[in-house]
Nanobody
Framework: QVQVVESGGGLVQTGGSLRLSCVAS????????MGWYRQAPGNQREFVAS???????NYTDFVKGRFAISRVSAENTVYLQMTSLKPEDTAVYYC?????????????????WGQGTLVTVSS
């Protein structure tokens, strides 16, 4: 039906930068809001940033000024540019997409999650 795949994670030193990518594919009629979440070991998954189809962005306080979310709607892609990374940013980062799927019998609103990409920030 619809898939979301993240990429771009890796190991970086404190103060470094990474850019995560997320591509949605499949039976997409319309891609609505897309967002990034993260889950550190032993913690619950938490919201990081989101962007609407109109480009309105929202960030959690602990990444404001350091992370930037953007999207290329024509490519069903969303990015998360992360700068000034800290060890506490270490986590698996997940992409989530609100999608109106074009199914054989109907349109259906789905929330689709990727498998995650690991970001490790060394001190």
């Amino acid at each position: 039906q619809v898939q979301v795949v993240e990429s771009g994670g890796g190991l970086v030193q404190t103060g470094g930068s990474l850019r995560l990518s997320c591509v949605a594919s499949g039976n997409i009629f319309r891609l609505r809001q897309m967002g990034w979440y993260r889950q550190a070991p032993g913690n619950q998954r938490e919201f990081v940033a989101s962007i609407t189809s109109g480009g309105v962005t929202n960030y959690t306080d602990f990444v404001k000024g350091r992370f930037a979310i953007s999207r290329v709607s024509a490519e069903n892609t969303v990015y998360l540019q992360m700068t000034s990374l800290k060890p506490e940013d270490t986590a698996v980062y997940y992409c989530a997409a609100e999608v109106i799927a074009d199914l054989p019998d109907s349109y259906r609103l789905l929330e689709v999650w990727g498998q995650g990409t690991l970001v490790t920030v060394s001190s």
